[in-house]
Structures are given as C-alpha cells and as structure tokens.
Antibody, heavy 119, light 107 residues
Framework: EVQLVESGGGLVQPGRSLKLSCSAS????????VSWFRQAPGKGLEWVGF??????????QYAASVKGRFTFSRDDSKSVAYLQMSSLKTEDTAVYYC??????????WGQGTLVTVSS | DIQMTQSPSTLSASVGDRVTITCRAS??????LAWYQQKPGKAPYLLIY???SLESGVPSRFSGSGSGTEFTLTISSLQPDDSATYYC?????????FGQGTKLEIK
C-alpha cells in the first residue's frame, strides 16, 4: 500500500526557514517524482511544485509564488522527499501535502502538515 | 498560466438527485483534467482523471466528461456521503492549477 507521511510543520516567524519531510513507503520511491501542494486555511488547493526522479534528472518545477524561496530535494536511500522553505511569509500559512504522481495524476496524497507563519 | 473556473461555488441537493458541476479552462487542456473530492480536515481524494476515467475504487455514480475547455463532473444519484468540496485540476502543463471548488451540501 502506498503511504506518504508529511512532517516538520509548525509555527514559524515571518522571514525564517522551515524544512518539511515526506516519508514514503509501499513502493520503490526512487522510481517516482514527488509533488507538493498546499491549502491555506479555508481556501482552495494550490500546486507548489514537483521534483522528478533521478532517472529524469531530479529536475524541479516551482510555482511562481514560491520560486526562489522554496527548494525541493530527495534522499532515495531513505525514501524521503524534502521541502526547504525560506524567507517565509504569512501567506505561506497552509497545510502542505506531498503526493506521488504518475503520468501527471496525483492519486496518492499524504495527510498533510500545517505550517503557520506568524509573529 | 491556465485558469480553471468552476461553477457553481455552492450546491445544495437532495439524496437521489443528479448533480452536475462544471469546470472551464482558459485554454485547451485536451483531456488532462482531474476531479477531486475533499472532506474537512482530509486530503483530496482522486475521483476522475483523464477527464472521464474513473479512479479505482470510486463509486460508479461518479462520472466525468468533456475535453478541450469544458468539463463536467456528474453524480448520478446523490448519497449522504457525497457531502464535500469538489475541485477540478488541470495537468496539461506546469503550473498545474485548480478550480476554486464547489461545496456540495445535502439537503
């Protein structure tokens, strides 16, 4: 069974950094890319970005709203993907989800982790 | 970026009703469209991909249609468990974008 578990969320001050993790199990992690989405409280869903598998060069794509501030990485030996967030803004407050996409389709989602950016 | 527009924003219907939600893309996305159901406090749940393909395990009362810029999600006979917010999402090209959501309430 495919399982994704996000962790690392919490309360952080504006301008600071935070690193989220997405731990995967139930499949060969290195064969798949990882997507990240977020949802601000009471709002809709937003695509944050994507990191490809190593066989596709580990290339990354970022939403304009986070480009230059957020960085994706992965450790295939640990089956973990990371989202490094820096220069955080209050508008980054959201539940962050990771997914395992296949042919662009996000059928498997984690439970999400809440990031609150506030002073 | 491709804009996705859903209608209606809210919908109230009775058990057994046929319900339709519409999603419009600002440019052609072929059939690169997915529909998700989301309940409060939960992650989105994939219902439909490729505009009309039913995800495994999803009840057959859910169906999707359309291509290009106009798409619909239909629930043929509404059940109490269908109370949720529904989102369309294109995956034609980056950045992927979502419709604003349709909140479906059961009368």
């Amino acid at each position: 069974e495919v399982q994704l578990v996000e962790s690392g969320g919490g309360l952080v001050q504006p301008g600071r950094s935070l690193k989220l993790s997405c731990s995967a199990s139930g499949f060969t992690f290195g064969d798949y890319g990882v997507s990240w989405f977020r949802q601000a409280p009471g709002k809709g869903l937003e695509w944050v970005g994507f990191i490809a598998s190593k066989s596709y060069g580990g290339t990354t794509q970022y939403a304009a709203s986070v480009k230059g501030r957020f960085t994706f990485s992965r450790d295939d030996s640990k089956s973990v993907a990371y989202l490094q967030m820096s220069s955080l803004k209050t508008e980054d407050t959201a539940v962050y989800y990771c997914t395992r996409p296949y042919r662009g389709i996000d059928a498997h989602w984690g439970q999400g982790t809440l990031v609150t950016v506030s002073s | 970026d491709i804009q996705m527009t859903q209608s209606p924003s809210t919908l109230s219907a009775s058990v057994g009703d046929r319900v339709t939600i519409t999603c419009r893309a600002s440019q052609s996305i072929s059939s690169w469209l997915a529909w998700y159901q989301q309940k409060p406090g939960k992650a989105p749940y994939l219902l439909i991909y490729g505009a009309s393909s039913l995800e495994s395990g999803v009840p057959s009362r859910f169906s999707g249609s359309g291509s290009g810029t106009e798409f619909t999600l239909t629930i043929s006979s509404l059940q109490p468990d269908d109370s949720a917010t529904y989102y369309c999402q294109h995956y034609n090209s980056y950045p992927y974008t979502f419709g604003q959501g349709t909140k479906l309430e059961i009368k």
